[in-house]
């Protein structure tokens, strides 16, 4: 597999995970918030009054019809709206209520993809692999190790290319090097490029890239 696409395939992982912890948040939080507005409102009605004593607060628990919720709920007054009751629980209880056992699935797929995109990383490193190729032994090679077919010219051309610092190099540069007693080498070296560039953009995540005729080089896509 490229890195690239290893690397979407992570950070769609992470955003999925993120999204399905979130929405099973939500929705707990909205039950919590239904049951103790329903355990509130019963409350109220039995003890006729709007003042918050220790025993409104234990006859609101006990209307609470979500077990984990009893002990964590509260009562707080809410100024806003004539002083009346208002129940409150925090953050972290409707998190421990929320079933989060979908998106930890997909965080320990996270970790999973994370440790192979590192050894991807590690093993492309260790092949000097630039945009997916590596130079060994006068062979061009893919990731897996799969040589990659090129004409005696195109392997002098892309060995240029790849030799050099900038992986770029002028068309004089190229026509001097590939066809030293030819006046002009302009055509040739166009139907050469124009012949090579499908097989290196088939076979890794290079590009050739020209400069207006000027200047060719090779660019990670």
């Known amino acids: 597999m490229k890195q690239r696409y290893a690397v979407v395939v992570l950070f769609a992982l992470i955003i999925a995970s993120n999204m399905v912890g979130l929405n099973c948040y939500k929705v707990t939080e909205e039950l919590v918030t239904e049951d103790m507005n329903q355990a509130l409102a ?20 006990s209307y609470l019809q979500i077990e984990g919720l009893r002990g964590h709920a ?54 000097g692999l630039f945009g997916g190729l590596a130079l060994q032994d006068g062979r061009f090679v893919n990731a897996k190790g799969c040589e990659i077919k090129l004409t005696p010219m195109q392997q002098q051309l892309m060995e240029m290319l790849w030799q050099s610092p900038s992986h770029k190099l002028s068309k004089t540069e190229i026509c001097n090097a590939l066809w030293p007693k030819k006046e002009d080498a302009s055509e040739t070296l166009y139907t050469l490029i124009r012949r090579m560039k499908p097989i290196i953009e088939e076979h890794s995540d290079l590009k050739i890239e020209s400069d207006r005729g000027k200047s060719y080089g090779l660019t990670i896509r």
């Not at 002083?83 to 996270?110: C, E, G, H, K, N």
Request: net charge positive.
């Open 42 to 61: 019963k409350t109220l009605e039995e003890q006729q009054s709007d003042v918050i004593s220790a025993d409104t607060i234990l006859m609101f628990n």
């Open 74 to 127: 509260v009562l707080v007054v809410d100024s806003k709206k004539g002083f009346r009751p208002r129940p409150q629980v925090s953050a972290a209880t409707i998190f421990s209520l929320s079933d989060q056992r979908p998106s930890m699935i997909l965080w320990s797929l996270v970790l999973i993809w994370s440790l192979f995109c590192l050894h991807l990383h590690r093993r492309q490193s260790a092949l």
